[in-house]
């Protein structure tokens, strides 16, 4: 998975200029190579803790957020998109 | 940032076959559009607090996380690469 971090930051060029206005937002990827297969995913739980700690730092609406998660024989990718509200900075 | 999911899935696709020993393996992507600049990053204490919340499932040693992260203008990636060690679920 070499490349992703450059994949990013291009992705994140491509979208300067497109929008006028610029919406805070914050995208979390898990991905998850199993060598062994056949256990239980803690992927799905692993979802709400990591949006309880985001929540420690910024306010986040239940509907701004997405969640994808697929899981395939040898890997699984959980995907959070979240749209934070202006100002969501915690005081 | 739409695609990222496709570009996760056809690199995890492309290593298929390229590695005899298959490793398990974590990657958690952090990426952060911001509307507002200035305003101090709280991703470097995210990376802590994520990495507690996935040593509650899986054993993960210090030496196993390579971390990289990137400010920009406008958005900031957190990159934590995890290798996991063999029967790494906590029971």
């Known amino acids: 998975m070499v490349g992703l971090l450059d994949y990013f930051r291009s992705a994140a060029g491509a979208q300067k200029g497109s929008a006028s206005v610029a919406k805070e937002r914050l995208q979390i990827l898990v991905a998850h190579d199993r060598a062994a297969r ?45 749209v934070l509200p202006e100002s969501s900075a915690r005081s």
């Open 38 to 82: 056949g256990r239980p995913s803690y992927l799905p739980k692993l979802e709400q803790e990591i949006l309880a700690v985001i929540r420690k730092y910024v306010e986040v609406d239940t509907d701004a957020v997405s969640v994808t998660y697929e899981q395939e024989e040898s890997h699984e990718i959980l995907e959070l998109n979240i």
